[in-house]
């Protein structure tokens, strides 16, 4: 895979498909040959603009293409983990957003088949990634800062099923196994330490969603960092996720791909990579581990305890 250039299908062509999309245009040596989304006359539009020739709303017939290496997965939650394992089955390189999977065992499931086929298998933890988030973790690998605790915030305004444009989902979105995975993951992989104890406590469940719309979630890693992360549908103010960092040096606040100190003054994080844009980097990620025939930075193996403690919260809020 060195020279040639990786043909990649991608399944789902809504938010966060378009994402990856205006990522990889960014991108030498990679083409998207094919797009797959259920409604096949909104896929052909964006296919259109995209230039990518072959459309479909069946994942099993990109994968019948001999010319597709690799596919990432931007569809709904509850397909990840199902469509990851027919992917790698297929003999095809596979990067699934994030979450890996909705349940343990699933997750379990795609690390196991990953291992068998040694293919490159990677989840979109996209904080890995981000510029600002990045900046902090050289800090760390350098000796120059330690986590002493982590706040962060996970707020959305959506009491209906609408995605990141506005439109209409055909899934339910879920606080714990996709907007808490970001932070369990991240935290782990910052404090450079695995999670050692985790709780959690639920607000009401919605009466038509059949969810948590408010969630709280305590972590503390083995080397006696913390984590206190609260999470919200019903957040009607600014949106998006913050963390701050405190360290045993300085504090730190990231908001996406900006950064600035405690006293809120700004830090440049344009030259940590070679872009700003957290989706193109993980893309980027992706592509080099398969020229490379190396694990990428977030491989199912790596990410696979965030979702052990994700189980583990789920078991205790049953119980709750």
């Not at 990109?62 to 469509?83: G, K, N, W, Y």
């Not at 900046?135 to 986590?147: L, R, S, Y």
């Not at 104890?197 to 719309?213: D, E, T």
Request: proline share 3%; glycine share 8%; hydrophobic share 40%.
């Amino acid at each position: 895979m060195s020279n040639k250039t990786i043909k990649v299908a991608l399944a789902g062509a809504g938010a966060f498909g378009i994402k990856h999309l205006d990522g990889i245009k960014n991108i030498d040596g990679v083409e998207v040959v094919s797009l797959i989304s259920r409604d096949l006359e909104k896929t052909r539009e964006v296919a259109e603009k995209y230039g990518i020739k072959h459309v479909s709303t069946d994942l099993a017939d990109s994968l019948a293409l001999p010319e597709v290496d690799a596919v990432i997965l931007c569809t709904p939650t509850q397909m990840h983990a199902a469509q990851a394992i027919a992917c790698l089955k297929a003999g095809k390189h596979v990067q699934v957003e994030i979450p890996l999977a909705d349940k343990l065992e699933d997750a379990q499931e795609v690390v196991r088949l990953q291992k068998e086929t040694g293919l490159v298998a990677m989840c979109g933890h996209t904080r890995r990634f981000n510029p600002s988030h990045q900046w902090i973790h050289k800090k760390i690998e350098a000796g120059e800062f330690n986590i002493q605790q982590m706040d962060v915030q996970t707020y959305f305004f959506r009491r209906t099923n609408m995605n990141a444009l506005g439109q209409a989902r055909s899934w339910t979105d879920h606080l714990l196994w996709h907007h808490a995975a970001h932070t369990v993951d991240l935290f782990a992989y910052q404090a450079g330490s695995p999670i050692v104890k985790a709780n959690a406590v639920q607000g009401p469940i919605h009466p038509q969603l059949g969810i948590a719309m408010d969630m709280s979630i305590q972590l503390k890693a083995a080397n006696g960092a913390i984590c206190t992360l609260s999470l919200s549908f019903n957040n009607d103010g600014p949106l998006g996720t913050f963390f701050r960092y405190i360290g045993d040096s300085g504090t730190y606040i990231a908001r996406y791909d900006d950064l600035v100190s405690g006293k809120e003054e700004k830090i440049d994080v344009s030259k940590v990579d070679v872009s700003m844009n957290g989706i193109e980097l993980q893309d980027r990620e992706f592509f080099a581990a398969i020229r490379e025939g190396r694990e990428p930075n977030s491989s199912v193996s790596q990410v696979l305890a965030c979702y052990e403690v994700l189980h583990q919260l789920e078991q205790q809020l049953n119980e709750g």
